[in-house]
């Protein structure tokens, strides 16, 4: 038997209107966008921007120009971060963060006067809410957050957050790569200033697809600069969105694979969605803390994380019953520091790292069961 429980890095399956969108737009389109007024190019500029709709009515953004188009989380954050922050500004951030938000704060920390300071979580992973009043400063200009844990699933409470950087007049990124398409996100309601997000994790679309909102206070310096397919005789990027922020050929064929996930996504709805995940999520926990010689890291409320589930067996390395999970059983997890290594610091692991389990909505409790009885018996002292 496979199980694939590898969904925090990359979801799989896809939903099977995923793969036919994009096998109809190879075939049938295959196009650029902005390069031409023929019909396949109209139609490739269509399922452009009714992407963007999607993702729009998807995060209650009220206009769609607003969301750009990059080819990860990474690429958005790294946009949000050094197209921002000035000299003599203040970000205030955690200890739990990945390192596609963590490094371009610590670049941006030491090529420009930028104070961060980075909030230490629980052994849990989960931020407390008053630690973020108290380290607010009179130059305090952004709060940047993951919204869920790539490390131990643990959810940070972001409308909460979100009515904080309000009050005091600050703006708000977040990171939804692990939430986004699986978890409620309004940007409206949460008083999101940046929303950076990928396409190939819970929302269920291709790899080198993402994308930033930007609210509309927000300025930011492009990233790169070239060609947007128009705007040809401006010596800079134009000022208009989403051009500014979209130079070179966008990868229209993972928008259109992105656009029937979030298709599937909206059919479905996110309630329905949230509820799967967190009945999969309880099961799985409650069967992991009966077995002897698991230690779980992370909230045990299914209620307060996403389908993340970090673990190690006590006197095994990660690494290898990663290798026994995946060679002898079929069982495709994760190990090792899953680049956030400060996280693995706040909760204990940084030298060992972890075995992370990620489940997906297609998941299934055979396949659940399957993996709790293969790790009932490698977690038998004569296993090894």
């Known amino acids: 038997m496979e199980v694939y429980l590898d969904n925090g890095a990359t979801s799989y399956p896809k939903p099977e209107i995923v793969y036919e969108t994009v096998d109809y737009f190879l ?56 197209g921002f922050l000035n000299n003599g500004d203040h970000v205030i951030t955690s200890s739990m963060e990945h390192l596609a938000l963590w490094r371009p704060l610590k670049r941006i920390e030491k090529e420009k006067d930028v104070e961060v300071n980075y909030l230490q979580c629980s052994s849990e992973g989960e931020i407390n809410v008053a630690d973020i009043r108290n380290a607010i400063k009179p130059n305090t200009k952004l709060i940047a957050l993951l919204h869920a844990s790539n490390v131990t699933g643990s959810l940070f409470p972001i409308e909460e957050i979100g009515k904080i950087a309000k009050e005091n007049d600050i703006y708000f990124l977040v990171d939804s790569s692990q939430s986004a398409g699986a978890y409620s996100i309004d940007v409206q309601r949460f008083n999101i200033d940046l929303l950076a997000f990928t396409g ?8 080198g697809t993402g ?26 990027q134009p000022n208009v969105l989403p051009e500014r922020f979209e130079a070179g050929t966008l990868n229209v064929v993972g928008i259109a694979g992105l656009n029937a996930g979030i298709s599937y996504i909206l059919e479905k709805g996110i309630d329905k969605i949230r509820k799967h995940k967190e009945e999969m999520i309880s099961y799985f926990l409650g069967e992991l803390k009966r077995i002897e010689n698991i230690i779980i890291y992370g909230p045990l409320n299914p209620q307060n994380k996403v389908g993340v589930i970090s673990i190690n067996i006590q006197g095994q390395k990660p690494s290898e019953v990663g290798k ?6 079929g069982i495709a997890v994760r190990t090792g520091l899953h ?16 075995v992370r389990f990620s489940l997906g909505y297609f998941n299934t409790k055979k396949e659940l069961d399957y993996t ?9 002292p004569l296993f090894f």
Do not use: M
Not at 200 to 207: A, E, I, S, T, V
Not at 211 to 233: A, C, D, F, M, Q
Not at 324 to 329: A, F, H, N, R, S
Not at 372 to 380: A, R, W, Y
């Open 211 to 236: 994308g930033l909102y930007i609210s509309p206070r927000v300025s930011l310096t492009p990233l790169k600069e070239g060609g947007v397919g128009g705007y040809t005789l401006l010596e800079g």
């Open 324 to 329: 026994i999970l995946g060679e002898k059983y």
């Open 339 to 354: 680049c956030a290594p400060w996280a693995h610091q706040t909760i204990g692991t940084l030298e060992t790292g972890t």
């Open 27 to 82: 075939r049938k389109i295959g196009t650029s966008v902005g390069r031409g007024c023929y019909p396949k190019a109209l139609k490739a500029e269509e399922i452009v921007y009714n992407t963007r709709e999607k993702l729009a009515r998807l995060f209650n953004i009220t206009d769609p120009k607003r969301i750009v188009f990059t080819h990860n989380a990474t690429e958005s954050l790294n946009l949000a971060i050094k």
């Open 200 to 207: 190939h994790k819970c929302l269920l679309g291709l790899q």
């Open 372 to 380: 709790l009885e293969v790790l009932e018996k490698i977690t038998n």
